[in-house]
Every structure is written in structure tokens, then in C-alpha cells.
């Protein structure tokens, strides 16, 4: 009997859920669950501070530039080295930096200090954008994108509802009226703007309302309109995109834009999930990215789960944008960005591959000095890191099931349909009232079977593969079992009680026969 290991629901009740409430240190892929592999820190040196935002960014001659930001400075990640670019910063915890690349030039903001910019391929380090104005006075703000050739701002000091545009395709003009450069204060009680993505079209996120900016031209520039009333995004870190794919957390969930469709994707999934586990004494740490690689969208929180009094984060929820699964994995870390990553010394190539020799890909192309895109981070030392160490120990379950409907089961063995040596417990309870009996943990064995014997009439098998093995896909178990339980062992008895009597009487009657012979 084969049961799949279905899809993470921890929203979901134990029984009668279509999927699963474990899986833990994977992510869904098309038709199995994949390993997450622990953070690399591949820095020399760290930032010393909590992270407050980072890019990645590639100049027209495809150079690298990779920035961190703490509350006090701005660094560049530069050949595994962090050095300063931009100190004397005052912003606050809470206060968090939006980076933009603009032609070659970078953009930072905190919404407390004067924005900078950087000139990619010209700057040691960053400086105040307004000395590069020659038309008007650039805002201070806490957001930014690029929405066609436009530098769009939001939350603009003293007017949290407000978006300034810079000159078309002109960074150094932010006079209203001067090359279609102008502000927009917008109306209702959709509270601050705290996001705005980049495209040819342009989403600006709200603490409770999202509004779509549509470049038309003429004396009207843009056209706003609103395409979620009365739903927003929580804080700007926890919006992420993948080119028209724009995913957010909101005050009710997590949630998707598609064209300008707001689809729920966590509704009735992980949603109830998350809100238990976030540590809300710091969710104003959560930060999100996009592994385009493989798909997925990425929130780092501080959950729950430990004694957590320093809002470390330890936490990744993953949902798989492509087969719209989801799965949770722990890893420590400051910061996630989806981050060029430049391979340029053997150390660093160690990093992609522990052997060199399984590299398939010239050492003399792009490829490597170009840079990929990867899931980078700041991890929990303030060191730069990547995806790319061991596995972590992986956890799975499958749904539980009543596998002789009306009887109890007896399990004797599990064989995990994973690509690894494995660690099973057996878990089961006679009704949905009773606590939930564990078997000891199995280990497979030559044949790749777990020995195990429990019994009970609801059944789930919990499937451990031990950190640091090498393996690719997890997608269920193969069960051996058969019916059980007093009824089905009463009537064994009866039956054969039955038997034994009917078999009493023949003999009694043969003898009887012989007798009077």
C-alpha cells in the first residue's frame, strides 16, 4: 500500500486532511519534496548589526554590486569583503532601506535620512541624491521602484500617502511640471504607502489598499486605480516579486498578484499557521524574496518556537509559486535577497560545488563572472551566506488514515520512497479523541524497510532523513499492514470455535457408528 507524502496544511485538522501538517527542511517541487540545504557564509568579515535591507544589482557592463544596509551604514559585498560605502546613518530599528537600480545608478532610502545614490562603475561611495538634482529637491523617502523610465517614491516625508516621480528618465530632475516629473497624494483611508514594485506597469502597496500605476502620458502621466479596496501589505519587506508575479503578506494572509487579480494563497493553508508562530514582539523583522531558480517565494520570520528575546529570525516560510505548495524550513539569519552572486575565487566556487570536478560548465565563460542568480542572505553571525551547505535534517508525514476502514491495522513494516537512509515512527490512536501512540524510531534496513509493529485504526508513518545526507526526492512510503484489532481476533476465535465443534460432533458420530457395529 503506497500513501504520498501530500501537501504541507498545518490549517488543517490531523484527521481527515487531504495533505500533511509536517514538512520541515524541504520545499515542494512538481512531483516530490527537494532538500533545503544550510546557510554558507562566504564573508571575510560581518556587519555587526541586524540587517535592514540589501540589493543586487548589474551595471551595463555586468558588474555586480551587492549592498547591505544596517540602521547605521550602507556596505558593499565586494569580492567576500563588506566595507562601508555610507556611515552616520540614524535611522531607528524598525526603520528599513529600499534599494533601486535605476539605469546604473543605485537608490537608497530609510524615509529618516537624506536618500543616496551610487553611480555604478563611478562611486567609491554613496552620497546624498539631491547633489545630483539640477531641477527641484528629491524627497525623503521609504520606498521606491521603477515604474516604466520613472523613479516612483512613496511615503514621502510629512505625507505618508504620497508618491513622487522623477523626470522621465532622468534621476537628477523632481521638479513638479519638469519633464513629467510630479507627486500624487492619494485619497481614502488606505494608510502609508510601504511598497511600490517596478515594470511597465507599477503596484503601490498601502498598509490597506493596492493601486496600480499605469503610465499614460500627456498632462495626466500616470493613471492610478485601485485594484484591492481594502487590503494591503503588513510592512514593505514582506513584498517580493518575480517580474509580474508580485506575492505579500496582508493583515488577513498571504496573497498573490497575478495581472491585477489579489489571489489568496494561504487562505485555509498556513495562514492560521503563521499568525500562531510569528513572535509579533518583532514581526517588523519579517523580510522576503524570490528564488527565481526554483520558484519560490520566500518570508524570513522570528517565530515562536524558542525563548526569543532578541528577535533573531529562525524561520522560512517557502511556497512554490509553480505547483502552489507550501513548506517550512529553520534557519537562523538577519536578512534573504535574491542576490547576484559573483564566482570569482576558488573559495567561492567551493561554495556552488564540493567538487570541482562535478562542475559542468566552463571556468572560462559568463557564467562566473557575470554572476547567477541566487538566494542570498545575511545570516545570523551578520555574515554573507548562500544556500549551499549540507542538507537539513528533513521531516515528513503523511496524512492520516484509516487504512482498513472500521478495524484496526497492524503496521509490521514502512518502506520511505526517498532517495536516502531514513528514520521512521509509526503513529496511531484508536479514536480521534485519544493521544497519539509513537512507535520507537526505525531505521531502514538492506532492503529498505523500517521494521515496525503498531497498531490502531488511524494510522500516519513520520519519515526523518538525518542531516547532511545526500538525497534529491521524498515522495512518500510504501506500507505493510493488514487487519486487526479485537473484532477481527473475536471472530477468528468464533470461527474457529465453530470449526472445532463441528469437527467434535463428526467424531462423536463416527464413533457412535463404529460402536454399534
Known amino acids: 500500500m503506497q ?17 500533511a501538517t509536517v514538512a520541515t527542511n524541504v520545499y515542494h517541487a512538481q512531483t516530490s519534496y527537494k532538500p533545503v540545504k544550510g546557510l554558507v557564509a562566504y564573508s571575510s568579515n560581518n556587519i555587526a548589526k541586524n540587517a535592514k535591507g540589501a540589493g543586487s544589482f548589474r551595471d551595463n557592463t555586468n558588474t555586480v554590486y551587492t549592498f547591505v544596509a544596517t540602521k547605521t551604514d550602507i556596505f558593499q559585498l565586494d569580492g567576500g569583503t563588506f566595507t562601508s560605502r555610507k556611515s552616520g546613518l540614524t535611522g531607528g530599528d524598525t526603520d528599513f532601506f529600499t534599494f533601486t537600480q535605476f539605469g546604473n545608478y543605485v537608490i537608497a532610502s530609510n524615509g529618516v535620512d ?53 523626470g522621465l528618465n532622468d534621476i537628477a530632475t523632481w521638479e513638479a511640471g519638469v519633464k513629467s516629473s510630479d507627486t500624487q497624494d492619494l485619497p481614502g483611508s488606505g494608510g502609508q504607502v510601504v511598497a511600490i514594485t517596478s515594470g511597465e506597469v507599477g503596484y503601490v502597496f498601502r498598509q490597506n489598499q493596492i493601486i496600480r500605476m499605469d503610465f499614460v502620458g500627456g498632462n495626466v502621466i500616470f493613471r492610478f486605480s485601485v485594484i484591492s479596496p481594502n487590503r494591503g501589505a503588513v510592512y514593505g519587506q514582506t513584498v517580493c516579486q518575480d517580474n509580474r508575479q508580485i506575492f505579500f503578506y496582508a493583515d488577513d494572509g498571504f496573497f498573490q498578484i497575478n495581472g491585477d487579480q489579489v489571489l489568496p494563497i494561504g487562505a485555509e493553508k498556513v495562514n492560521r499557521f503563521f499568525e500562531n508562530d510569528l513572535n509579533k514582539a518583532f514581526s517588523d523583522r519579517i523580510t522576503a524574496a524570490v528564488d527565481p531558480f526554483n520558484t519560490l517565494a520566500i518570508w524570513l520570520y522570528p517565530s515562536r518556537q524558542t525563548a526569543n528575546t532578541t528577535g533573531i529570525c529562525d524561520r522560512l516560510l517557502i511556497y512554490n509559486y509553480v505547483t502552489q505548495k507550501w513548506t517550512i524550513a529553520n534557519v537562523t539569519a538577519s536578512q534573504i535577497f535574491t542576490q547576484f552572486l559573483v564566482v570569482n575565487t576558488v573559495e567561492l566556487m567551493d561554495l556552488i560545488s564540493e567538487n570541482l570536478e562535478d562542475i559542468n560548465i566552463s571556468l572560462d565563460t559568463p557564467y562566473w563572472t557575470a554572476g547567477n542568480l541566487y538566494l542570498g542572505a545575511v545570516d545570523g553571525n551578520f555574515k554573507a551566506a548562500i544556500f549551499s551547505g549540507k542538507n537539513l535534517e528533513a521531516e515528513l508525514e503523511t496524512k492520516e488514515t484509516e487504512l482498513f476502514p472500521g478495524s484496526r491495522a497492524n503496521i509490521t513494516g514502512v518502506r520511505p520512497i526517498v532517495d536516502a537512509t531514513s528514520n521512521v515512527i509509526v503513529k496511531t490512536r484508536d479514536k480521534l479523541a485519544d493521544t497519539v501512540a509513537s512507535s520507537s524510531s526505525s531505521t531502514i534496513n538492506t532492503s529498505g524497510i523500517a521494521p515496525v509493529r503498531q497498531s490502531g485504526r488511524y494510522f500516519r508513518a513520520n519519515v526523518k532523513i538525518p542531516a547532511e545526507s545526500i538525497w534529491s526526492d521524498a515522495q512518500g512510503i510504501d506500507l505493510t499492514a493488514a487487519p486487526g484489532g479485537s473484532r477481527w481476533v473475536i471472530k477468528l476465535i468464533l470461527i474457529m470455535s465453530d470449526t472445532l465443534l463441528k469437527q467434535k460432533r463428526c467424531f462423536k458420530d463416527k464413533w457412535k457408528k463404529r460402536s454399534i457395529h
Open 3 to 19: 500513501l504520498p507524502f501530500g501537501e504541507w496544511l498545518p490549517d488543517q485538522p490531523d484527521h481527515l486532511n487531504p495533505g
Open 114 to 166: 537624506a536618500p543616496q545614490y551610487y553611480l555604478m562603475g563611478t562611486s567609491t561611495n554613496f552620497a546624498n541624491l539631491s547633489a545630483i538634482a539640477s531641477s527641484g529637491t528629491p524627497p525623503v523617502f521609504r520606498t521606491s521602484g521603477v515604474i516604466r523610465d520613472f523613479l516612483v517614491t512613496g511615503n514621502i516625508t510629512n505625507a505618508t500617502n504620497r508618491v513622487a516621480w522623477s
